[in-house]
């Protein structure tokens, strides 16, 4: 762990301080946290295990998981776009302003309305025009989108043999044509809103020099990156519901709440490890997902023990944002987890 996410581990035992996700992304800003996960000269030279890490510590003082998730997957897309993939001249133009913190927010735009993420269904397409390209098409559930500096966005660049090719396009988040519509989420940290673009130009150096089909070099991966990061903010947000819920338990029910701390404890290592593997392996073969997929099925055998705790705990007001948001990640990730059982399985039939 980071010195800075010690010390904001440390703060985790004292009163949560209730503070917007954007005032949180401004104090990490502040304390030199986007530098976390970043290769040198621009970051800390940290791997992802250091981004799980400031991401846990930040969920656990803010008691937010929202701050967690705006932070680790801001922080996954500089390390995972930009610093591995950007060409010299754009890891120069981006990296100082995304680890100094003057852009604060960053974007993914790759799933799009009634497509999901499948790219057989995706349309947003970027033609070729002189000097660059000119993007259009629709975005669904882009997180940060209502703050974000810069947006990564997912678009067709040609065909092959009537395979769509995908390229990453590095689209600054005032680009003329880029319309955010953010609605009630307007200027929040941690929120999702679709993203239309009307014939957006991009320079021709927007496009990041990913070698073969940008979705399934960059945008593919991400998703297991996202949960094996995630995990760690899961079991954070786990921690600090069961703290919660306890507090206001009778005596008699201390034997299921140690049973609880025990599931938590579980879930807090296993998405440590989860973390690491990413940094002893790089590039997907380096994804766990036997552990990925046992922390986030415990968590959800642990999570309708933990709301039946006798006390009431579970109906105030902290507690239901926080069993709210577990509920909406898990529709956001359940494709994914559905992908890595038949994956585990397949490997369990084969004697693996």
């Known amino acids: 762990m980071s010195a800075a996410a010690d010390t904001a581990a440390n703060a985790a035992g004292r009163t949560v301080s209730r503070r917007s996700a954007g005032a949180w992304m401004e104090e990490a800003r502040r304390r030199g946290l986007f530098r976390v996960g970043l290769p040198a000269p621009w970051g800390d030279g940290g791997g992802y295990a250091a981004i799980a890490a400031t991401a846990r510590a930040l969920t656990l003082e803010a008691g937010d998981p929202t701050v967690g998730m705006a932070f680790a997957v801001r922080q996954l897309i500089c390390r995972s776009f930009i610093a591995a993939h950007g060409s010299p001249a754009q890891k120069e133009r981006w990296l100082p302003a995304l680890a100094s913190g003057d852009i604060i927010a960053v974007s993914l735009a790759v799933s799009e309305p009634d497509a999901g993420a ?79 673009l009307d014939d957006v130009f991009l320079p021709d150096d927007a496009l990041l020099p990913v070698e073969g089909d940008a979705f399934a070099a960059l945008a593919l991966p991400f998703r297991t990156l996202e949960d094996s990061v995630g995990l760690s903010v899961q079991a954070a947000a786990f921690e600090r519901l069961l703290r919660l819920v306890a507090r206001a338990a009778p005596d008699d029910a201390n034997g299921e709440i140690g049973a609880l701390a025990g599931f938590a404890a579980l879930m807090r290592q296993g998405a440590a490890v989860a973390a690491q593997a990413l940094d002893v392996a790089a590039g997907r073969d380096g994804h766990d997902i036997a552990t990925v997929v046992g922390v986030k099925n415990l968590l959800e055998l642990a999570l309708p023990r933990l709301e039946a705790l006798p006390g ?19 529709g956001v990730a359940r494709h994914a987890r559905a992908a890595y059982q038949e994956r585990l399985a397949a490997g369990v039939r084969a004697g693996d």
């Open 118 to 196: 499948r790219p057989k269904l995706l349309k947003t397409r970027a033609t070729k025009a002189q000097g660059g390209w000119r993007v259009s098409g629709r975005k669904a559930w882009v997180t940060n989108a209502p703050v974000a500096g810069l947006i990564v966005v997912i678009a067709i660049i040609g065909e092959e043999d009537g395979r769509k090719r995908f390229g990453a396009f590095l689209t600054p988040g005032d680009a003329p044509g880029l319309d955010i519509q953010a609605g009630a989420d307007a200027g929040q940290h941690g929120r999702h809103c679709p993203v239309v």
């Open 312 to 330: 009431g705990g579970a109906a105030g007001e902290e507690a239901q944002g926080l069993l709210k948001w577990f509920a909406l990640w898990a």
